[in-house]
């Protein structure tokens, strides 16, 4: 049985490419006798606003989208902090205090996710005093794991390549854990089986699939959609203020009809699928 989820983050209101995302996951679930899950994903610190989580619930059930809700992120904390601990344990994590300014700045590449750890806190200790992260000895863990590939729906098989990420934080300072933990331990723990998300996503997947391999836990498929865009080519986001699936459900908008829509490829005025 296929199983698949869709996860937003409460830390703002949902737009027209979350409704995009939730239906590519519905729907392939749905199409295979399957389960569609929703999972709130409130760790974010002070940017997680929990009384979104009911706004999500009803913009789904506006969209006619069917689901199964399982435990939020913040309940799961020991679940993160047992993980981070066996890493720690085979010596695959260390302490960081570099700041996001010291890290652009001794940065001598850039990699999916910006500027890449030039290991600063895994050649010397660092400063005493500050806040601290934890990071993956990357070149350490990789030669752990040995080779590694996944698959996605879309892309076909690829072989993983965790070192272009370099080492990534997984415990931060001022959250359990990072994206990268914390999505691929409750994706495990849910079941999926098929993990869609954006293609903005896709080079995640290279640090995820060597965490499965590390923690020992189940391989799930990919299926990495497009994204939608404005009129400019950027694709939809809640800190550029696209228009919130709340605002359209309040006014009478009809919540299905938008879904049969997006299911044709038919966007509203100025929204189109990002190329790729």
């Known amino acids: 049985m296929e199983v698949t989820r869709f996860a937003p983050s409460p830390n703002g209101p949902l737009h027209l490419g979350h409704a995009f995302s939730a239906v590519v996951g519905h729907d392939l679930a749905a199409s295979r006798g399957g389960r569609f899950l929703l999972r709130i994903e409130d760790i974010d610190g002070a ?16 969209l006619g989208l ?12 020991a679940h ?8 720690r344990a085979r010596g695959l994590l260390y302490p960081c205090g570099c700041t996001r300014a010291e890290i652009e700045a001794r940065a001598i590449r850039h990699g999916p996710e910006g500027a890449v750890y030039p290991g600063t806190c895994r050649l010397s200790p660092p400063p005493p005093g500050r806040p601290l992260a934890w990071r993956i000895d990357m070149a350490k863990a990789v030669a752990q794991a040995g080779p590694l590939a996944w698959k ?17 934080v997984l415990v931060r300072k001022d959250a ?4 990268h933990l914390a999505a691929t331990l409750d994706d495990a723990a849910d079941g999926v089986t098929l993990v869609t998300r954006g293609a903005d996503l ?3 997947t290279h640090v995820h699939r060597l965490l499965q391999a590390l923690l020992g836990l189940p391989v799930p498929r990919w299926h990495h959609h497009a994204l939608l ?16 699936l709340a605002e359209r459900r309040l006014a009478g908008e009809d919540g299905r009809a938008l879904v049969n829509a997006l299911r044709q490829g038919r966007f509203p005025a100025g929204i189109r699928l990002a190329s790729t």
Do not use: C, H, N
């Open 47 to 62: 940017r997680s606003k929990p009384g979104l989580a009911k706004d999500f619930r009803k913009d789904l059930a506006w």
């Open 66 to 77: 069917a689901f199964d809700e399982v435990p939020m992120q913040s309940s799961r904390l």
């Open 80 to 87: 993160y902090a047992a993980a981070a601990d066996r890493l």
């Open 152 to 168: 996605d729906e879309i892309a076909g098989t690829i072989p993983a390549d965790p070192m272009a990420a370099g080492d990534v």
């Open 176 to 179: 359990p854990a990072s994206y």
């Open 202 to 204: 896709f080079a995640a």
């Open 229 to 244: 865009a404005d009129a400019s080519g950027r694709k939809l986001a809640k800190s550029r203020g696209s228009a919130a």
